[in-house]
């Protein structure tokens, strides 16, 4: 019932279209406790800690009871006091309460609910045993101790980003949130977007640390350390000190990076200005000469890495461009290490990231130079808040600072890359500039701006009507790229963010990552941009110098081998890819090992793993064909391996080598 009048401890409230008592209770200005609510998600009902008591029905979760009209509700009895406190103590009991040293603590909502409603003893005992974490992705840290079951993972990723690598298994008190077949994250189809970091209101999941690697650096006297920040850590990082002022925040925080000892403070604003260059002219020559279309971003790792594992077909469709961080590492590795007269692995490259894909993005063999990774390490904006914390730094009372160039100098064009449709917008500005000349002004394309899941917008360029679409949340992309494969759409160029709303909205942001929260850092991108005096990003006057004095122009042969990458299929079995080789010999000896899931589980990836490099330590790549197969059954034995016509069965990754030199290198001739 959308219509009618409620009485809440009292007070009449209409019920105004309210989808549940819970918002009813938070406008009548009352904050009723809850775990498992979150308002962009579906409703769980299932920490019970929003009860309230309505008069002829009794005790309701606030959450998941619709209003009716005449409800009487009351939300401060005797009795939903002394049951909240009981959900918290049971919470507690299962709980790791190591908090002194918890990566949440001072920000842990259990914590926080403890104090507010007074639970200074835990009836309950402890946890039975502590489960060992998982510290196997590059992003994220997972705590199974801390776990209080909410279910806001589990949402978030089968919600928003229509994945689903967290569930609950088992049942009764043996329930846990996990990945399928309780394998570690770096195993899975995770794309590192730090959503289920954002959502989650205890220890149990977290962001991986770098900041002390970072310090190590700064304390290294025979390391010049620089570092790029990216355009939505300016529009955050206030929020961590009580800053407002979104201007005077950047300023005090290049100051503050200053401080802590970086040699030199870039802004990732002038590669956004160098990606909208590379990446329109890439475009361009796509439209003109017949390139596949449409054109997809790849500034975003979570997305690139998506389509890796869910849409290898269309890689070739994506932009060869490397993101805006890994242009600033090879730009700081190839050229500007030379500038100054270091060797490479003497310039330490840090970059500052509302982003957690990021420190996946940074560890991507593809970004390397002679050895050394591009980009040395990644920070969130939050992980840069605690490192000026620990160093005493009173932020509030610094005086703004400006940053470095030539690396330092970015356009408003670059300043809306930290949000949904700024991507897109930035190469429309580029085009609008590049095909009518100087004379074309300031371009707002506010066709792409705002937060709809999905955008559409046409634009004429030279008598062309192009078409373009903007997208951010991977359930959003999904429904997108299912509307083009099946020919529902057309499109010549599309923007995909994995987070909602953006980069303004990465995992890496401060605690409080709503809409509401997005909304207002989208904002102050946007107002930063209109008071922006460098427009369109072939205005920035400091990239087309050093294009042309690095690369002897854009779009050539030396920016597509230093500024551009490749993309590979990735396959749902693991994040890492087997290079099988072909064999070439007339008639190789075939050797199978089963993937199906009964023996991936039992180490299958392992033995083939290990296969592969013996057949090239012992110089077989000729002789021996290996690939994959399923079900050569016997999978209660251990991994099954056909060789020849035999099969092969009990085969483990520790006996792997054993097997492979008795019973297939003995059958042909090195």
Same mark, same amino acid.
């Given at each position: 019932?959308?219509?009618?009048?409620?009485?809440?401890?009292?007070?009449?409230?209409?019920?105004?279209?309210?989808?549940?008592?819970?918002?009813?209770?938070?406008?009548?200005?009352?904050?009723?406790?809850?775990?498992?609510?979150?308002?962009? %998600?579906?409703?769980?009902?299932?920490?019970?800690?929003?009860?309230?008591?309505?008069?002829?029905?009794?005790?309701?979760?606030?959450?998941?009871?619709?209003?009716?009209?005449?409800?009487?509700?009351?939300?401060?009895?005797?009795?939903?006091?002394?049951?909240?406190? +009981?959900?918290?103590?049971?919470?507690?009991?299962?709980?790791?309460?190591?908090?002194?040293?918890?990566?949440?603590?001072?920000?842990?909502?259990?914590?926080? %609910?403890?104090?507010?409603?007074?639970?200074?003893?835990?009836?309950? =005992?402890? *946890?039975?045993?502590?489960?060992?974490?998982?510290?196997?992705?590059?992003?994220?840290?997972?705590?199974?101790?801390?776990?209080?079951?909410?279910?806001?993972?589990?949402?978030?990723?089968?919600?928003?980003?229509?994945?689903?690598?967290?569930?609950?298994?088992?049942?009764?008190?043996?329930?846990?949130?996990?990945?399928?077949?309780?394998?570690?994250?770096?195993?899975?189809?995770?794309?590192?977007?730090?959503?289920?970091?954002?959502?989650?209101?205890?220890?149990?999941?977290?962001?991986?640390?770098?900041?002390?690697?970072?310090?190590?650096?700064?304390?290294?006297?025979?390391?010049?350390?620089?570092?790029?920040?990216? /355009?939505?850590?300016?529009?955050?990082?206030?929020?961590?000190?009580?800053?407002?002022?979104?201007?005077?925040?950047?300023?005090? +925080?290049?100051?503050?990076?200053?401080?802590?000892?970086?040699?030199?403070?870039?802004?990732?604003?002038?590669?956004?200005?160098?990606?909208?260059?590379?990446?329109?002219?890439?475009?361009?020559?796509?439209?003109?000469?017949?390139?596949?279309?449409?054109?997809?971003?790849?500034?975003?790792?979570?997305?690139?890495?998506?389509?890796?594992?869910?849409?290898?077909?269309?890689?070739?469709?994506?932009?060869?461009?490397?993101?805006?961080?890994?242009?600033?590492?090879?730009?700081?590795?190839?050229?500007?290490?030379?500038?100054?007269?270091?060797?490479?692995?003497?310039?330490?490259?840090?970059?500052?990231?509302?982003?957690?894909?990021?420190?996946?993005?940074?560890?991507?063999?593809?970004?390397?130079?002679?050895?050394?990774?591009?980009?040395?390490?990644?920070?969130?904006?939050?992980?840069?808040?605690?490192?000026?914390?620990?160093?005493?730094?009173?932020?509030?009372?610094?005086?703004?600072?400006?940053?470095?160039? /030539?690396?330092?100098?970015?356009?408003?064009?670059?300043?809306?890359?930290?949000?949904?449709?700024?991507? +897109?917008?930035?190469?429309?500005?580029?085009?609008? =500039?590049?095909?009518?000349?100087?004379?074309?002004?300031?371009?707002?394309?506010?066709?792409?701006?705002?937060?709809?899941?999905?955008?559409?917008?046409? %634009?004429?360029?030279?008598?062309?009507?192009? *078409? #373009?679409?903007?997208?951010?949340?991977?359930?959003?992309?999904?429904?997108?790229?299912?509307?083009?494969?099946?020919?529902?759409?057309?499109?010549?160029?599309?923007?995909?963010?994995?987070?909602?709303?953006?980069?303004?909205?990465?995992?890496?942001?401060?605690?409080?990552?709503? +809409?509401?929260?997005?909304?207002?850092?989208?904002?102050?991108?946007?107002? %930063?941009?209109?008071?922006?005096?460098?427009?369109?990003?072939?205005?920035?006057?400091?990239?087309?110098?050093?294009?042309?004095?690095?690369? =002897?122009?854009?779009?050539?042969?030396?920016?597509?081998?230093?500024?551009?990458?490749?993309?590979?299929?990735?396959? *749902?079995?693991?994040?890492?890819?087997?290079?099988?080789?072909?064999?070439?010999?007339?008639?190789?000896?075939?050797?199978?090992?089963?993937?199906?899931?009964?023996?991936?589980?039992?180490?299958?990836?392992?033995?083939?793993?290990?296969?592969?490099?013996?057949?090239?330590? #012992?110089?077989?790549?000729?002789?021996?064909?290996?690939?994959?197969?399923?079900?050569?059954?016997?999978?209660?034995? =251990?991994?099954?391996?056909?060789?020849?016509?035999?099969?092969?069965?009990?085969?483990?990754?520790?006996?792997?080598?054993?097997?492979?030199?008795?019973?297939?290198? #003995?059958?042909?001739?090195?």
């Amino acid at each position: 019932m959308s219509t009618g009048k409620v009485i809440i401890d009292g007070r009449e409230m209409p019920i105004d279209g309210a989808k549940n008592i819970l918002e009813l209770v938070r406008r009548a200005g009352i904050e009723l406790p809850t775990f498992c609510y979150h308002s962009e %998600l579906s409703v769980y009902g299932a920490c019970r800690l929003c009860l309230v008591e309505v008069d002829r029905m009794g005790l309701v979760a606030s959450c998941s009871t619709p209003p009716a009209d005449g409800m009487v509700i009351h939300t401060n009895t005797e009795r939903t006091r002394r049951l909240r406190r +009981m959900v918290i103590e049971l919470l507690l009991a299962n709980h790791d309460r190591e908090c002194t040293t918890c990566e949440k603590s001072g920000r842990c909502k259990l914590q926080e %609910l403890a104090h507010k409603f007074g639970v200074k003893k835990v009836r309950f =005992g402890h *946890r039975d045993q502590k489960l060992p974490l998982d510290e196997s992705s590059t992003s994220i840290v997972k705590d199974p101790n801390k776990c209080i079951l909410c279910g806001d993972c589990v949402r978030m990723c089968k919600e928003v980003q229509g994945i689903g690598v967290w569930d609950f298994a088992h049942r009764g008190s043996k329930t846990v949130v996990t990945t399928a077949f309780d394998k570690p994250v770096a195993e899975v189809s995770c794309v590192n977007c730090g959503q289920c970091v954002a959502v989650c209101p205890t220890g149990a999941l977290t962001v991986k640390s770098e900041i002390d690697r970072v310090w190590s650096y700064l304390h290294d006297p025979a390391k010049v350390v620089v570092v790029q920040v990216a /355009p939505a850590v300016r529009v955050a990082i206030g929020e961590e000190f009580g800053v407002k002022t979104h201007d005077m925040a950047t300023g005090k +925080m290049v100051t503050a990076l200053r401080k802590l000892g970086f040699d030199k403070v870039f802004d990732t604003l002038f590669t956004a200005d160098l990606t909208t260059i590379e990446e329109s002219l890439e475009f361009l020559d796509r439209l003109q000469n017949g390139g596949k279309l449409p054109l997809f971003t790849s500034c975003c790792p979570g997305w690139v890495k998506y389509a890796e594992q869910f849409h290898a077909d269309l890689l070739d469709n994506l932009s060869s461009c490397r993101s805006p961080q890994q242009m600033f590492g090879s730009l700081v590795k190839k050229h500007y290490a030379r500038s100054i007269g270091r060797d490479p692995q003497d310039v330490i490259c840090v970059s500052i990231m509302p982003c957690t894909a990021k420190k996946f993005e940074a560890r991507r063999p593809e970004f390397r130079t002679d050895g050394l990774y591009d980009v040395d390490v990644v920070l969130t904006t939050v992980e840069l808040a605690r490192m000026i914390k620990e160093a005493g730094i009173v932020f509030d009372e610094l005086e703004p600072g400006a940053f470095d160039n /030539p690396l330092g100098m970015g356009s408003g064009s670059a300043l809306i890359f930290g949000t949904t449709g700024g991507v +897109m917008e930035s190469v429309v500005r580029f085009v609008a =500039g590049h095909v009518g000349g100087k004379e074309v002004g300031r371009v707002d394309f506010q066709q792409v701006r705002g937060v709809e899941g999905i955008k559409e917008a046409e %634009l004429q360029v030279a008598g062309q009507t192009l *078409r #373009l679409a903007v997208v951010h949340g991977l359930a959003n992309t999904e429904k997108l790229l299912r509307r083009i494969k099946n020919g529902e759409v057309t499109y010549h160029a599309v923007e995909v963010m994995c987070c909602p709303g953006g980069c303004v909205g990465g995992g890496g942001q401060p605690d409080v990552n709503d +809409m509401i929260s997005r909304v207002r850092r989208m904002k102050e991108i946007y107002d %930063l941009d209109r008071v922006e005096q460098v427009h369109k990003a072939q205005d920035n006057v400091f990239v087309t110098q050093m294009l042309q004095e690095w690369f =002897g122009g854009p779009a050539n042969h030396n920016t597509h081998h230093a500024l551009h990458t490749h993309y590979t299929p990735r396959r *749902r079995i693991t994040g890492q890819v087997i290079d099988v080789v072909k064999s070439d010999a007339q008639e190789p000896l075939h050797v199978s090992v089963c993937v199906g899931t009964g023996c991936y589980l039992k180490g299958a990836y392992d033995v083939l793993n290990k296969f592969t490099e013996l057949q090239r330590h #012992l110089n077989l790549t000729k002789q021996v064909k290996l690939s994959g197969t399923f079900c050569l059954e016997h999978c209660d034995e =251990g991994v099954s391996v056909k060789v020849g016509d035999e099969i092969i069965t009990g085969v483990t990754p520790d006996n792997a080598e054993q097997i492979f030199k008795t019973r297939v290198a #003995l059958q042909v001739e090195p």
